[in-house]
């Protein structure tokens, strides 16, 4: 009997020694973003994806986003974005940012960046035309008093193809900025002074007038970025237009419209102009800098 329960007794160890592991549950695999609080490989992740709808009384997108590779496939969610005004963006758009942990079960986007849309086949035609009259020129490309204006096409702050000529027939003061200038100087100033020329020309019956700020920005001046910039400072659009588009197309524009423009380190060497274009497309006047008055040019009106 002893020897009975001798050879019992290996059996039995094994066999509980692999309970244990035969009893616990694998590892589970799910589709599913892990919740509120829970532990993750990392406090945030970057996301790319399309805005499918905006709740703006919830203050809340819903995107579809890519696969987050290692912790959430792709698929449809409610986000909120840090310092984004969400009615300067559309469904349909394209973006990219930076997922934090969620908090009440919707998920944070900070360094929130709309992404450029495919290029619409207007402006891309109307770009190389505006090179291949740049190239033309040559040495001659800058635009004296008196010369007709270039042929342009751009978006405008609400992101429609914007044409040049589709102001023909109106007189136009156009300026160059970039919405991050830091120097209040200069683009500040000069968009205060088109302000000031823009409520002086309305109180004076001023009729057919069109303002127009191109960026020389483009990479970060998108059409929301123009629009978030008007809707912050009270600007009335009906009547002015925030330009951007693809880069060579604002290069060629700042040769030949006599501007200079440069990267920097986070910001551009720019000079500034602001020019009074006719009703029939040529060039009246220019003033370099921003020490122009309101005053000045709407006599010229």
């Known amino acids: 009997m002893k ?11 094994l066999l509980a020694l692999t309970l244990p592991a035969a009893c ?3 590892e589970s695999k799910t589709s599913a973003p892990p919740a509120s609080g829970a532990p993750t ?9 399309e805005i499918v709808s905006l709740d703006l009384p919830r203050k809340v997108l819903l995107i579809h986003h890519e696969e987050i590779p290692g912790y959430m496939p792709a698929m449809t969610m409610e986000f909120t974005a840090a310092g984004i005004d969400l ?3 559309r469904d349909g758009q394209r973006i990219t940012a930076r997922m934090g942990l969620p908090s009440d079960g919707v998920f944070l986007l900070t360094a929130f960046q709309v992404l450029a849309s495919p290029p619409d086949p207007v402006v891309t035609a109307a770009t190389l035309a ?23 096409t751009l978006y405008n702050q609400d992101g429609r193809p914007t044409p040049f000529d589709h102001f023909r027939g109106k007189r136009v003061v156009l300026n160059f900025i970039f919405t991050r200038c830091p120097v209040a100087t200069m683009c500040p100033a000069s968009t205060a002074k088109m302000m000031s020329l823009q409520a002086a020309a309305k109180k004076a019956g001023v009729e057919n007038l069109e303002l127009v700020s191109i960026s020389f920005d483009s990479a970060f001046d998108t059409p929301p970025v123009l629009k978030a910039y008007a809707d912050a400072r009270g600007i009335d ?8 588009g693809p880069e ?13 423009a440069e ?10 102009a602001t020019l009074l274009i006719g009703a029939d497309g040529k060039i009246l006047h220019r003033a370099d800098g921003s020490a122009w008055t309101a005053d000045d040019f709407l006599k010229r009106l």
Not at 41 to 49: E, F, T
Not at 130 to 145: H, M, P, S, V, W
Not at 238 to 244: E, K, R
Not at 249 to 260: E, N, P, S, T, Y
């Open 3 to 13: 020897t009975s329960s001798r050879f019992h007794s290996v059996p039995l160890l």
């Open 87 to 89: 009615s300067t963006l």
């Open 41 to 49: 490989a990392a406090a945030s992740h970057d996301i790319r994806g």
């Open 263 to 272: 990267p920097g380190e986070n910001v551009f060497k720019h000079s500034l």
């Open 248 to 260: 060579t197309a604002i290069r060629d524009l700042l040769a030949q419209f006599g501007v200079i």
């Open 130 to 152: 505006l090179r291949q009259d740049t190239f033309t020129r040559g040495k001659n490309a800058y635009r004296e008093i008196g010369e007709t204006a270039p042929s342009f």
């Open 237 to 244: 659009t009906a009547h002015w237009s925030f330009l951007t």
């Open 24 to 26: 616990s549950r694998p």
